[in-house]
């Protein structure tokens, strides 16, 4: 019964968080009438980002998996990996938008998204389905 429950919170988390990366965010939100967004810089910064919408729908499939069939031991490990790949994704997402003629985020903005974030999986016992 408890695995019953663990599964509907992570999945709960799973529908919540919704299913594009921070990358593909601000890819959608790309002035494309800026000049900078022509630029090699910016291109390839589409490019490096285009992963993260694979790596953010893995994590969505695996991640609750290992939790419930580790009955709950492999949470922090995976709350741990899940936080790092989601730095990772923002800190491209800043990069994505500075490169191709937007502002980015700060370090700072992103330390604060990642860490609400992660909050949030914690506190709603979602963090294996982010």
Known sequence: MNLVKIGAVALAGTLVAGCASQSAKSFASLDRSNPAYQ?????????D???HDDIKLGRMVASPVAVILSGGLLLPAVLAANVGLNTVDHVDAAKLDWQCGGKGKSQEEIMKSVATGAAFDIATGSAGSK
Request: proline share 0%.
């Open 49 to 51: 980002a285009e992963i």
């Open 39 to 47: 630029s090699d810089m910016c291109q390839q910064a589409i490019r």
